[in-house]
């Protein structure tokens, strides 16, 4: 009971301005009391008016009336702080912004403790005290505080809603039964609450029971991570010891390589040059034997000259110089041509298992796919924004409504020179790649329209088959008529029956390699659906037939 007090004072001695302990109190003549700041700052505000009044009672006073400290009150405030009461914390007393108010204190109110659906009231600790002492309150049912115990009343007779109609499936009151619900299945709201007790128990027993099942996948998924992140742990170490054995097993065939090139060199080079050593050899022996017929033939003595002849006449066998064949100058090339037919088959290998190795990769996947969407709302789901890719627009195409619709033009764009054009069909791709699931839309209008989807690796230049959408291995086409439609896929083309549509659909699952094209109004109605596996990441693709047709991206 001393706190209860302690809140009594302390609330008697605060300033309803600032909520706090009066400092400098001052009472104003209609008898209320403000600390000497906020009473003056209160009327700072209203100073243009000419008019003060009091913030409490409203009470106005002209002129602006004279301010004097109020004595015995500031003695109180102060007695109070040297008792301590002071220290009773506000926030515990106080309602704030985020409590229920007690709906009887005046002034500064107290939190609610409870709420009287009889009284339909919000009572503070002190008010709630009647409710437990006095026997007239015993049967009214107390409940946590709420702000919405006026939900409670009937907004037409202004009664407690203690009823329900389970023929208007509402809360009703006394009144109503014999009124508007007059004949209809009423009930007690006890009655009602009972029974849909027993019904939110089974529904919180389902809950728990999902709760339940659901951790226990959170925990199986949880296994499936670590299963995957070991494995994929153990295949990149896997991985990388393997291509460093092929890099090592490389290194050591151009090592082997490079020793016999030196070796051979060695032999070849030793070869030619004891050749050329014998040969400077005869070149000296000739030149000795040219100076010695020389001087032979200066001799003056007949008998002398023909005496020396026979021995210096006869000449000592020679290397004959024909017999050294000097073959083309490749020498080593061949081997260089070896290495790099080498080098390219290795190349087309790696390009060949690559594809292998990034479709096993591509392969894991941990979830069962989801079920394939039937309607247009499921579809939409799926939804992704496609924009335009300038660069790769043939020059006739305009681009407009920020790169996502496109018109054939009757002359050429000042497009920039880009390796990614497309130099002769009138066709664009997206900036986008897209993998997983994806779905998007194309309002045409014209002559006819290709809604595809193509790898980016498609060729650009020229008017062959391999730049075209559906005329090649690398892309996918729906095209749509004024009269006709057709699937073209590597240059093959499969009529499609049905009406034509201004609007096409495209739903691609790149995982599952599932592509469908729908044509798109009241309802979605296939046009075709392609089944294989993609190796690369798609891009939307374009193609229009005729000026003025035009395409527009939707998601």
């Not at 107290?110 to 919000?122: E, R, T």
């Not at 409710?131 to 939900?151: A, G, M, N, R």
């Not at 006394?174 to 029974?195: M, N, P, W």
């Not at 939409?380 to 195409?397: F, Q």
Request: hydrophobic fraction near 30%; aromatic fraction near 8%.
């Amino acid at each position: 009971m001393e706190q209860k007090g302690d809140q009594l004072d302390r609330e008697t001695f605060s300033c309803s301005i600032c909520l706090d302990l009066l400092k400098d109190p001052v009472t104003i003549s209609c008898g209320h009391s403000y600390c000497m700041s906020c009473i003056k700052g209160f009327w700072d505000e209203e100073e243009q008016r000419k008019i003060y009044s009091c913030p409490q009672c409203r009470q106005t006073f002209t002129p602006r009336p004279v301010l004097g400290k109020n004595t015995m009150l500031a003695a109180l405030v102060e007695q109070l702080k040297k008792t301590g009461r002071q220290a009773a914390p506000a926030d515990h007393c106080y309602a704030g912004p985020e409590d229920v108010a007690c709906d009887v204190c005046t002034g500064r109110k107290l939190k609610a403790m409870k709420s009287c659906l009889q009284c339909l009231v919000s009572y503070c600790e002190n008010h709630l005290q009647p409710h437990f002492e006095s026997t007239k309150f015993k049967k009214h049912k107390l409940v946590d505080p709420s702000e919405k115990l006026q939900e409670n009343i009937c907004s037409r007779h202004d009664e407690v809603m203690k009823m329900f109609c389970r023929t208007d499936q509402q809360s009703i009151c006394y009144l109503c039964s014999v009124d508007g619900h007059k004949g209809h299945d009423t009930v007690s709201a006890a009655a009602v609450r009972t029974e849909r007790q027993r019904g939110l128990e089974v529904s919180r027993q389902q809950i728990q029971q999902r709760i339940q099942d659901r951790e226990k996948d959170v925990k199986l998924l949880q296994q499936e991570v670590e299963a995957v992140s070991r494995s994929a742990d153990k295949a990149v170490k896997d991985s990388e010891k393997i291509f460093t054995e092929l890099i090592h097993l490389i290194q050591k065939r151009s090592s082997d390589v490079k020793q016999q090139i030196r070796s051979q060199q060695e032999t070849e080079v030793s070869r030619v040059k004891e050749l050329q050593q014998k040969l400077k050899q005869e070149i000296t022996e000739l030149k000795r034997k040219d100076a010695e017929l020389k001087q032979l033939s200066h001799t003056e003595d007949h008998i002398q000259f023909l005496h020396n002849y026979p021995s210096l006449s006869q000449l000592s066998a020679s290397t004959d110089s024909s017999s050294i064949n000097i073959r083309p100058l490749r020498y080593f090339e061949d081997v260089t041509a070896a290495v790099s037919q080498l080098r390219d088959q290795l190349q087309d290998i790696l390009r060949e298992k690559w594809t292998n190795i990034s479709l096993m990769v591509h392969k894991v996947d941990i979830l069962l796919p989801e079920p394939e969407p039937k309607t247009r709302a499921e579809f939409l789901k799926y939804s992704r924004k496609i924009t335009l890719d300038p660069n790769t627009a043939n020059t006739l195409l305009l681009l407009s409504e920020w790169n996502r619709k496109v018109e054939v033009m009757s002359h050429h764009q000042s497009y920039s020179s880009h390796p990614d054009r497309f130099t002769v069909y009138p066709q664009v791709l997206s900036r986008e790649s897209l993998t997983g699931r994806c779905y998007w839309e194309v309002e045409w209008r014209g002559r006819g329209v290709r809604v595809a989807v193509a790898y980016k690796n498609i060729s650009r230049a020229g008017g062959s088959k391999e730049c075209g959408f559906g005329r090649n291995d690398k892309s996918w086409a729906s095209y749509c008529g004024a009269n006709s439609s057709s699937f073209w896929f590597n240059d093959i083309s499969t009529p499609i029956s049905g009406p034509v549509s201004s609007r096409v659909g495209v739903y691609l699952d790149h995982r599952a390699g599932i592509l469908f094209f729908y044509n798109v109004s009241k309802t979605m109605t296939l046009l075709h659906r392609v089944q294989t596996t993609f190796t690369q990441p798609l891009y939307a693709g374009l193609w229009l037939k005729a000026i003025g047709d035009t395409a527009e991206l939707y998601s």
